[in-house]
Each structure stands twice: as C-alpha cells, then as structure tokens.
C-alpha cells in the first residue's frame, strides 16, 4: 500500500507525468510526499511494536517479572517520552507539555518498561483531550519521600461506571479498544513498587503514578559507577 501511494504521489492518479509548471515545485512536492509516508511508516512500525509488548506483558501478568534497573537523569527521560508522542499531538491538534522541577533527580529504573506504561497513558490522553485540548505530563518530589508523575487530559473523562474496572485486562469502553493498555501499565508501576490511580481534577482527567523516594538520588549522587544495571525480580 505505501508503494502504491508512493507511486500515485509520484506520477499523479492517471498514472502520467504530473507537470507543475517548474521542475523545482515537482521535486518538493514529491519529497514532501515521500516523507510522510516515511513517517506514516515509521509511526505503524512503533505501534506494532506496542501492541506487542502489550501482549507479551499481559501473558505474563501473575509471573514474577525481571527489572532492569539504572540510574535515569529524569528531566531528559521525560523529554524524549514527549517527543516519542509530539507527532500523535500535531496530527490531532494537541498541546502536549511538560511540566514540574525535576532537573535534579536521578532515579533507578527499568527505562524501557516505564517509558512503555507513560506511553499508555500519554497515547490514550491524547485520544480523549480531542482537538484543541491539552495532555500534560507533570513531576515533582512531593514530601521528600515519593516522586509523582501525573498525566492529565482536558477531555471529558472516564465514564463512572468503567472506574472501577480501569485497570482490569480487556476493561473498555472503546469500539476498537483492546482494553491492555492500562493493565499493563499498573503491573508495569507496581513493579516499580509504586501505585498508579485515576481522578478527575477539575476539567481534567489525571493518572497519577507514585515511585517511592529510595529508588531516587540526586544527580550529584551518581559518579562514575551510574551505568550499572541491577536485575531485580518484582
């Protein structure tokens, strides 16, 4: 199918030449057109990949699952988090922000299970703030003793009476949904020994996740030995 829409963006829909009336225009265009596909691509590629991780995770939800465990300077983990889902925000009119102080704080983690369940969250938030909404992933220490990272929507919420079955394997209200996607990030949180919850904060829907303090330090704290990974069972 991207051959054929390549081909179509390259010859036009009668299958000729397509004449712009100057060279350089044509090549743009046809750039420009090869370019998202690339990235329509590149896209498709990244959400099979999730859709089987999800699945590789919910066959082993109940086995005690192995972390990875490293020293993350957070802000710049976050950062990239972001970007992995600014191209779904443009698409769909989001804003998508950053927010909170977390310039310091280094904290041992498996990077790519919970870079996996903050783009569960991230994903279905852009999905219900809609166009011209807002999705925010916010962080800060908050009494000395747990890091907490809430992503919020301004969309209309959770129907009250899916709350109670959020985080259950198959709990959805969506037409296409699978219903994986929240499961997988609460094995994923607890794993981490922390929690993750649902509420609504006055026009906006969060999911709040809470990581105890002993899992974070200071960047002043990590020396040469911060590449070291810990394999832990959860």
């Not at 889902?85 to 443009?90: E, K, Q, T």
């Not at 996740?209 to 810990?230: A, F, H, K, Y």
Request: with cysteine; proline share 4%.
């Amino acid at each position: 199918q991207c051959h054929q829409l390549a081909l179509k963006a390259w010859t036009g829909p009668t299958g000729g030449s397509r004449d712009f009336g100057n060279g350089g225009s044509a090549i743009e265009v046809k750039t420009t057109a090869a370019k998202g596909l690339l990235t329509a691509r590149i896209a498709s590629e990244r959400q099979l990949e999730l859709i089987e991780q999800h699945l590789k995770r919910f066959l082993a939800m109940g086995q005690p699952q192995s972390l990875r465990l490293q020293p993350i300077q957070l802000k710049p983990w976050l950062a990239d988090v972001v970007n992995l889902v600014r191209p779904a925000c443009a698409h769909r009119g989001v804003d998508c922000r950053l927010e909170g102080g977390a310039s310091s704080i280094v904290v041992d983690i498996d990077s790519e299970q919970l870079r996996q369940g903050l783009l569960n969250l991230l994903f279905n938030a852009i999905e219900a703030a809609g166009t011209s909404g807002v999705v925010s992933l916010e962080v800060d220490a908050t009494d000395g003793t747990t890091l907490r990272m809430r992503i919020c929507d301004t969309g209309p919420g959770v129907a009250k009476e899916m709350e109670p079955r959020l985080f259950e394997p198959f709990a959805t209200d969506k037409p296409e949904g699978v219903g994986l996607g929240l499961a997988v990030t609460r094995q994923i949180v607890e794993s981490h020994r922390g929690t993750i919850a649902y509420r609504r904060i006055g026009n906006r829907s969060c999911f709040e996740i809470m990581l105890p303090l002993q899992s974070i330090r200071s960047s002043d704290e990590v020396g040469e030995g911060s590449s070291t990974v810990e394999e832990v069972s959860a």
